[in-house]
């Protein structure tokens, strides 16, 4: 679904490209009040990941490709501003790497990361509201937004071929072709996004913007803090007291005393 | 110099590790930190220049609190050696990834190009500048990982198992730096006789809070303690000897 | 390791082209391609002018005609698209070795295929002469938001972390007598590519705060000095995409002298 | 049981690192390996399960050369610990990594938990086998990567530093479990004291090439031999005193 240079004219390509450049920058203003330390790498990571699976590239009928477009995964991982812009960086070193054309950038990013992302986690969050506020429910929100996103960037592809395309193709074959496979593909999607956000969701919710709101303050437990021994008399008291134990010798013995503290 | 009081700690993923620390070290000690595998140690050391974040509790150094808007300020004064150096090297060569840090400092030219010279030199590393960091020996990038932080001329050093994968000559020559270094120095190790030979303080970190904080010497002549918190001297090492030698007292 | 070059196109060398600034590069590679778009896809000689230009700027580069030729096999399922179109695209039929096919469906897929090769051979050159770090200044140079060049270049390191931990892993396999053939195999992929994305994120996350510890803002200082692109770099930068822009203009006059 | 014969070896780099090592280990052995950072000691046990390829010179296990086509029985053999955990973890969970070795060769259901049990008790990480490994500590990390390899029951034990940053008692613990192993072991430590205790023999690689071979109670004796190869006992370690100690008489 990259489009090359040269396969829609140059006037609306310009025009798309300005359309990239205003969201783009929109993306960049926003992102720019919220961009952590933590966050801009996961935006790297997110875009990598996108870009290797993105390499894993299968032709798809009417010459144009398909992949996953990891709109969602960016968007609910990293939040919408930086998921926008991890995708039209993707797009962008894509582009280097000779899939999809330079001077067609501006449609790639309308498409992928403007519709792509931006939209897909609209759709994301409008779900999520409609789900029990659960953490389960973001993955199955992530599912939903890729499903429906894969086909509406497909259909931003068809405006801009109707608009623009330099190749005399009857509109309405392509509609039919472009949507029926794209459904297909959102499937895909779905699958890999939902898989893959409730991997992160288990082991690190920390890293799912999505999940924002869902996550509660975790308590802390302070244990009294052992006496300091200022010379060797006998060891420390509070956590270490198990070890103090004839059996003190096997990793075990010390875990089950501090477990059974708490 | 550094204050630690109350900081507890949990992962993302819901493991409380640390129990609320309390530790207190004056401008200039030297003291290592001990413990067992998985007692919080390390932990403990990326709060300390604000790679982690207290969940509760707080941590000063020199009375500055390490919190976001001090970030800069705090990280210039703290050097911290990750205990893994896959985790410290990231440049495309050993002698870039040294001068990484005098050169975010400020410091450029001929001064940039001696502090890693002598970095490299202290850590024996001197012709190691032109080669990648991930096609070294461990050893080697445990010494490039060192010699990242030294260049940097901190004035708190924090080492996460400095000397392990270190060949012993390395061992020894690292120790002779450190004993040279006029800062504050604070080392995780598992290395008691080199515990006792660097640092005049220890504390034993365990199950999340600070056991025993005493002098190593007393620390390690106390067998049951030590057995208490998995710590135990090692084959062949005589502590009556080497304590007497170290107190400069020959049996 | 098939995808390598995908992830470093660098192809390393010491000619004109790879000394020259990554700005300067940017610009007339993005100028050059902007031009090829514009020339009209019935002035047939103007495409054969511009290859001959770029091939130039192969030839000046030293990239082995191997090296190009493979990475344009990236068109391929694209030019399989354009070797359709004489065939369903409505319009005047002629007869080519027997088979009537369109005329205006041949053209196109003539401009589709041509305009499509010529934009990348243009990038292949630009990303054969220039390391992935230099691009990331030159874009910073040229005013890319800092936001940008940040998650691009966290990208491209996390790519190399990727295919780093993927390595590793697969070392780790092979050494306790994994058979790749079998069906557990597969099977433990899968288990192991779903840690991939932590393990890699976390791997990264820790050397990104290895920097940071280390006083890191955001830019890397003294490590890349490159000085300021000369004005005769600029100069020669600015020639190529005047070229370009002569061929592509003159294309349209004398395509407009041609019968329609 | 282990033959290496004028084994040379470069990396991609072209940096040569083995310059004919030659080395004959028999059945039941228990050798240490000893040398400085970067002496070639890893690329050594890389060679002999096959994930490095001699550059000339050959490696055979039990009278098989170590080659492609044997690579499958080899690697059932010979069970390698890397030097870094990392490098040998990779399943999402403790326990998986633990079973995908016996899992590859055969074994199933109730055997292989037993396997998995077995192994996780041995290195002292009964409770860790639903954790994610990538989540531990350093030191939990290396004891799981040599519980990855016990599962497997080789013929030969080959490992990298397993002492490393594990604690004093975590260290002891290991060397009653290996002592306790009836196989070939190969190991690889900077830890002379470890070797004393674990290796009757011991052979010093340095510059890529076997420079001494013999009894380790001998070489530890010789200080000006460990001297040459960068190579000293450690701080209040006592060699009269536990080498007594170690062949029985108390001084
Ligand atoms: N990223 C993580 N997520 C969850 N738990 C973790 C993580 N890192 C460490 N832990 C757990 O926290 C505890 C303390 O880990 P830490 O690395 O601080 O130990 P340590 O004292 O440094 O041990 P070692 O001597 O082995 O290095 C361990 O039980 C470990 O399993
Ligand atoms: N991937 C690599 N590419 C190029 N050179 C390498 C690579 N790995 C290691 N080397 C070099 O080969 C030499 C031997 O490395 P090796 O890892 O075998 O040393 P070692 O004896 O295991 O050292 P250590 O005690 O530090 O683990 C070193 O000088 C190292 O710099
Ligand atoms: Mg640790
Ligand atoms: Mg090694």
């Known amino acids: 679904m990259h489009i090359p240079d040269g396969f829609v004219d140059a006037p609306t390509s310009a025009a798309f490209g300005a359309v990239a450049v205003a969201g783009v920058g929109y993306a960049v203003k926003r992102a720019g009040d919220e961009a952590s330390d933590q966050v801009v790498p996961l935006a790297g990571l997110c875009a990598a990941f996108v870009f290797a699976a993105q390499m894993l590239n299968f032709p798809v009928a009417m010459g144009t490709s398909g992949h996953l477009l990891g709109g969602v995964l960016a968007a609910v991982l990293v939040g919408p501003w930086l998921g926008a812009i991890a995708i039209a960086v993707v797009l962008g070193v894509q582009s280097l790497f000779a899939d999809g054309g330079l001077t067609a950038l501006g449609l790639n990013i309308t498409n992928m990361a403007l519709v792509g992302a931006l939209g897909g986690y609209a759709l994301f969050a409008l779900v999520l509201r409609l789900l029990p506020a659960r953490a389960p429910s973001v993955a199955a929100a992530s599912a939903v ?53 409730s991997l992160v969701m288990s082991t690190r919710p920390d890293l799912v913007y999505g999940a924002r709101d869902l996550l509660d303050a975790r308590r802390l437990e302070i244990r009294p803090p052992a ?28 875990r089950a005393a501090s477990g059974s503290e708490a | 110099m550094i204050e630690v009081e109350g900081l507890a700690f949990a992962y993302p993923d819901g493991r409380q590790v640390l129990f609320g620390v309390d530790l207190a070290i004056a401008r200039g000690e030297r003291v290592a930190v001990l413990g067992p595998n998985g007692a919080g140690k390390t932990t403990l050391m990326l709060h300390l220049n604000g790679i982690l974040t207290p969940g509760a509790g707080s941590v000063r150094v020199d009375g500055v609190p390490v919190t976001a808007p001090n970030m800069r300020d705090v990280r210039r004064r703290v050097g911290l050696v990750f205990q893994d150096p896959d985790d410290q090297l990231f440049m495309p060569t050993v002698g870039q990834d040294v001068a990484f840090g005098p050169a975010n400092l400020g410091v450029r030219g001929a001064d940039l190009a001696e502090r890693v010279r002598e970095a490299l030199a202290a850590v024996g590393l001197d012709e190691f500048a032109d080669r990648a960091p991930h096609h070294l020996s461990l050893g080697e990038r445990r010494r490039a990982a060192v010699a990242t932080v030294l260049a940097m001329r901190p004035d708190v050093l924090v080492l996460d198992e400095p000397s392990a994968n270190l060949d012993p000559a390395g061992r020894r020559e690292l120790a002779e730096v450190l004993t040279g270094l006029d800062l504050t120095l604070l080392m995780v190790t598992h290395d008691l006789p080199y515990a006792l030979q660097l640092c ?42 080497s304590i007497a030698k170290s107190t400069g007292l020959m049996p | 390791m098939g995808g390598a070059h995908v992830l470093d196109p660098y192809h390393p060398g010491g000619s004109v082209l790879h000394r020259l600034p990554a700005q300067c590069k940017i610009v007339a590679t993005f100028g050059y391609v902007v031009c090829v778009v514009l020339t009209p896809i019935t002035a047939g000689w103007a495409f054969g002018a511009h290859l001959a230009v770029v091939g130039g700027l192969c030839a000046l580069a030293r990239l082995p005609p191997g090296l190009v030729l493979r990475r344009l096999a990236v068109e391929l399922p694209f030019v399989a698209f354009a070797v359709a179109l004489p065939f369903v695209v409505p319009g005047e039929r002629t007869e080519v070795l027997g088979v ?10 003539f401009g589709l295929v041509a305009r499509a090769t010529l934009g990348l051979m243009t990038v292949i050159v630009l990303a054969a002469t220039t390391p992935a770090r230099e691009l990331l200044v030159g874009l910073e140079r040229l005013r890319m938001p800092p936001v940008i060049v940040a998650v691009a270049s966290f990208m491209i390191r996390y790519a190399g972390i990727v295919i780093d931990q993927m390595g590793r892993m697969s070392v780790a ?24 994305f932590i393990r890699s994120y976390e791997r990264g996350e820790r050397v990104h705060l290895a920097m940071l510890a280390r006083g890191y803002t955001g830019a890397l200082p003294g490590a890349l000095p490159g000085p300021a692109p000369r004005r005769a770099q600029w100069g020669a930068a600015l020639c190529l995409v005047i070229l370009g822009a002569a061929i592509a203009v003159l294309g349209r006059r004398l395509d407009l002298g041609a019968p329609a």
């Open chain 1, 145 to 197: 937004a890729a499903l429906i996103t894969v086909p509406l960037a497909a259909g931003a592809f068809v405006i801009e071929f109707a608009l623009g395309g330099t190749v005399d193709l009857p509109l309405g074959g392509v509609v039919g072709a472009m949507l029926g496979v794209h459904v297909l593909i959102g499937i895909g999607e779905a699958v890999i996004t939902a898989a893959t956000v």
């Open chain 2, 200 to 241: 005049p303080r220890s504390v034993i970190l365990d199950g999340g809070v600070i056991a025993v904080d005493g002098a190593t010497v007393d620390l390690l002549a106390d067998e049951a303690l030590l057995a208490a918190h998995r710590l135990e001297l090692p084959f062949g090492f005589d502590p009556r000897y």
């Open chain 1, 227 to 254: 006496a300091a021994v200022p010379t060797g008399h006998g060891g420390g008291t509070g956590a270490a007291a198990g070890g103090l134990e004839p059996t003190a010798t096997s990793v075990t013995g010390r």
């Open chain 3, 173 to 196: 396999r092979r050494s306790r007598a994994h058979e790749p053939r079998s069906l557990l195999a597969t099977r433990a992929l899968a288990a192991s590519l779903g840690t991939l």
């Open chain 3, 100 to 109: 009537a096919l369109s005329r205006p469906g041949l053209e196109q897929a």
